[in-house]
């Protein structure tokens, strides 16, 4: 599984139309300092689930929508999707490619479709967890990230293997599976708080 491909459209500073092919030798993008680089690398963590605007280098999730220029008006909404080749059916999904597209617009309205059907970030989320490819996976390695890995702590260090071993998906389904359990204790012990007070 691989990106392929990526296409944005009122994202920052890339108000139109815009598709970018990671053909096969693709190592580098270069540019003058201010000609984008970096917001591609933030589109892509956008679609992966971002939700800090600080993460995004805003103050405020409108931040990511193109700001207007002098010739020219600022954007309704902000698109980006990720297209992976799934030839290898890494992503749990019997299709050779997967696109993974959000868009939020002025109003606040947020959409997360899976080739281009609507679906939650959660599906999104659950989608690339464990590929190495998720939001806060080690595949996007931001300036200033590198020094902030040799300084954490032992066990936000072992997420980063966790998520490269794999395990990652099944940690948090068993974080959900506890949650579900504390619920329906809590239900128990009402049912028979009530019963007591029935008898
Ligand atoms: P450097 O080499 O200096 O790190 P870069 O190539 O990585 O630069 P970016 O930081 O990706 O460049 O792009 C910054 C540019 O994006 C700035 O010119 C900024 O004005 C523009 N920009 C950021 N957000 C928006 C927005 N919402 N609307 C329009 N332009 C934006």
């Not at 944005?8 to 000609?35: L, Q, W």
Request: net charge positive; proline share 1%; aromatic share 8%.
């Amino acid at each position: 599984m691989h990106l392929k491909r990526i296409e944005m459209v009122g994202f920052k500073s890339f108000a139109d139309k815009t598709s970018i092919d990671f053909d096969a030798g693709f190592t580098a993008i270069v540019g003058p300092n201010g000609s984008g680089k970096s917001n591609i690398t933030e589109a892509i963590k956008w679609v992966l689930g971002e939700q800090s605007a600080k993460s995004l280098r805003g103050r405020k999730m409108d931040d990511v929508i193109f700001a207007g220029a002098s010739n020219r008006k600022k954007a309704h909404y902000a698109q980006v999707s990720l297209i992976f080749d799934n030839t290898d059916r890494l992503l749990n999904m019997d299709v050779d490619e997967v696109a993974m597209t959000r868009r939020y617009t002025r109003s606040g309205e947020s959409t997360y479709m899976i080739n281009q059907k609507n679906c939650r970030l959660k599906d999104m989320t659950e989608l690339m967890m464990d590929t190495g490819i998720g939001r806060d996976s080690f595949s996007i390695i931001s300036q200033g990230q590198v020094e902030a890995i040799f300084t954490q702590k032992a066990e936000d260090r072992r997420g980063i293997f966790e998520e490269a071993a794999g395990v990652m998906k099944y940690k948090n389904r068993k974080k959900e599976a506890e949650k579900k359990l504390d619920h329906t204790q809590d239900n128990l012990h009402r049912i028979n708080d009530i019963l007591v007070e029935v008898e």
